[in-house]
C-alpha cells in the first residue's frame, strides 16, 4: 500500500497554484495523497485578494482555524509537504497531536518565530534569497538543520528545478528509506 502524503499548499490555495499540479504530476504513482487549500483551511475569504490582506487574514486568525480543521480532518500518520503558510500550519498542528510521519516544508513562512519543533522528521527547504527565512541562530535554537538552495527567493517551489528536488527527495527518503534528511548546507 502506498504512502500517505497530505500536502498543504500555500497562503493563494489553489488560486494561483497552477504549479502545484507539478508536483502532484511527479508523486501521485508513488503516494496517496490528500490536498488541502489553504485557504479553505482556514476559511479565508478577503474581499481584495491582495497578498497583504490574505496575510493578515491567516495571522487573524487564519492559522489558528488552519490548524484546528487539519487536527480534525487527519487522525492517520502520515508524511507532509507544504509549501509557505502551509508549513507553519503543519507545524503548529504536529505540535497539536497531529500524527506527523515526516515534514517537508518549503520556504515555511512563519517558521523562524516558533521556539519548539514537532517529534517527526523535519526538512525545510529556503531559497538563500527568502526575506522570510529562519536565521541561522533558529536552527541551532530550535535543535534542528534545514537546506539553503542558492539563488532563489520565497516563491521558489513554483520554479521546475525545485519542484523535481523536492519530489525527488522526498521519493528518497520516504520510499526508500535512505536516512534522514535533515541536512545541513550552506545555512
Known amino acids: 500500500m502506498a504512502e500517505r502524503l497530505v500536502i498543504l499548499s500555500d497562503m493563494w490555495g489553489a488560486k494561483k497554484g497552477l504549479w502545484i499540479t507539478s508536483y502532484l504530476g511527479y508523486l ?107 536565521k541561522s541562530s533558529w536552527y541551532k535554537e530550535i535543535g534542528i538543520e534545514g537546506e539553503l538552495v542558492q539563488g532563489f527567493s520565497h516563491d521558489m517551489y513554483s520554479d521546475e528545478k525545485i519542484i523535481k528536488k523536492v519530489c525527488l527527495d522526498l521519493l528518497n527518503t520516504v520510499t526508500q528509506n535512505k536516512g534522514k534528511t535533515n541536512k545541513q548546507k550552506a545555512i
Open 28 to 134: 501521485q504513482q508513488h503516494f496517496n495523497i490528500t490536498f488541502y487549500d489553504c485557504q479553505q483551511l482556514g476559511n479565508v475569504d478577503v474581499k481584495v485578494n491582495s497578498e497583504e490582506n490574505v496575510h493578515q487574514a491567516f495571522v487573524d486568525g487564519g492559522i489558528d482555524t488552519a490548524v484546528a480543521h487539519l487536527l480534525n480532518k487527519e487522525k492517520e500518520p502520515a508524511h507532509y509537504l507544504c509549501f509557505s503558510i502551509g508549513g507553519a500550519i503543519a507545524w503548529k498542528a504536529a505540535l497539536g497531536g497531529l500524527p506527523m510521519k515526516s515534514l517537508y516544508a518549503v520556504s515555511s513562512t512563519r517558521l523562524r518565530s516558533e521556539v519548539k519543533k514537532p517529534e517527526s522528521e523535519i526538512h525545510l527547504l529556503f531559497g538563500d534569497e527568502d526575506v522570510y527565512r529562519p
